[in-house]
């Protein structure tokens, strides 16, 4: 008999992912917005491993580093707006930024 | 097996519910980073080593490096010297480290037991495959992501970059 924690990692992700956006709409600070969608990228990625271990496949690995990849990408440009946000505004946060010209 | 499943499961939700409701960035990063480097444990528990190395060295390691620059940058002045003493009391930082701890444990338990997951009938889907993968069906998505790495660089150094606030003497921009 082989252990399956297809069900079990899937919840797991599912109840990181809700975390994550719970996160994101009960926040208003960016960093804290950012963080929280790390958090929901993640979930996703154990979602890809999962599925990945069930089958015995190398293509959720791959799948996940693609994830990697562009979580990296997203969290520099995210954090350099912030940076901005704040020289601008003096303050983090995101209800502050409602205006399209500043 | 199962055991330190459940457990590391459990460290990284209840990581995760301290992350998003910490009032101080720093402490919320401290528990996210133990809600990955559980995750880590969960992902070597499925067999995926490869994938639990890299959520250890990129995300536990390089992405949360960047947020704790960002926090710095964010953070000057007098009040952060008060902060930092703060930061350094027992109560901020015992929670993290023993979930820690936890995972270090069944970390070493899981190393320990003969064979590591393979034993219980999980297979190993090993490096080699994953790279074989990657730089062969995937090639096409490998160079996408490297012009998204490049474009994601170009984009916070353009973004980042100062203002100058005198283009000329006789040109000098509108005050916003």
């Known amino acids: 008999m082989t252990p399956d924690y297809m069900e079990q990692g899937m919840l797991l992700a599912i109840v990181l992912f809700c975390l994550g956006f719970v996160g994101l ?5 960016v960093i804290f917005m950012l ?6 990228l993640n979930a996703a990625g154990l979602a890809f491993i999962v599925s990945g271990a069930r089958w015995a496949n190398a293509d959720g690995q791959v799948m996940f580093i693609f994830i990697l990849a562009m979580t990296a990408a ?7 707006l912030a940076l901005k946000i704040f020289q601008k505004y003096k303050t983090l946060d995101s209800d502050a930024i409602n205006r399209m010209k500043g | 097996m199962e ?3 459940y457990l590391s499961a459990l460290i990284a939700v209840a990581a995760t519910v301290l992350a998003i ?8 990063l401290l528990f996210l980073i133990v809600s990955l480097l559980a995750l880590a444990v969960v992902f070597f528990i499925m067999g995926a080593h490869f994938a639990a190395a890299l959520e250890v060295i990129i995300y536990a390691g390089a992405i949360m490096v960047l947020f704790i620059f960002a926090i710095m940058m964010l953070n000057l002045g007098k009040a952060t010297i008060e902060w930092e003493r703060q930061l350094l009391r027992p109560r901020v930082w015992v929670l993290p480290a023993l979930l820690t701890l936890v995972l270090a444990a069944e970390l070493i338990y899981l190393l320990a037991i003969r064979g590591g997951p393979e034993s219980s009938g999980i297979e190993l889907v090993r490096p080699a495959r994953v790279g074989a993968e990657l730089f062969g069906f995937y ?3 490998v160079e996408m992501a490297a012009f998204l790495l490049m474009a994601g660089l170009v984009g916070a150094y353009h973004i980042g970059r100062r203002e ?4 000329h003497r006789y040109l000098k921009k509108e005050e916003v």
Do not use: D, P, Q, W
């Open chain 1, 25 to 29: 709409m009960i926040r208003r600070n």
């Open chain 1, 35 to 40: 963080l929280s969608i790390e958090i929901m």
């Open chain 1, 74 to 80: 997203e969290v520099s440009v995210g954090l350099a």
């Open chain 2, 3 to 5: 055991v330190a499943f």
């Open chain 2, 21 to 28: 409701t910490r009032y101080h960035a720093v402490h919320a």
């Open chain 2, 139 to 141: 090639i096409l998505g």
């Open chain 2, 164 to 167: 100058k606030k005198v283009i």
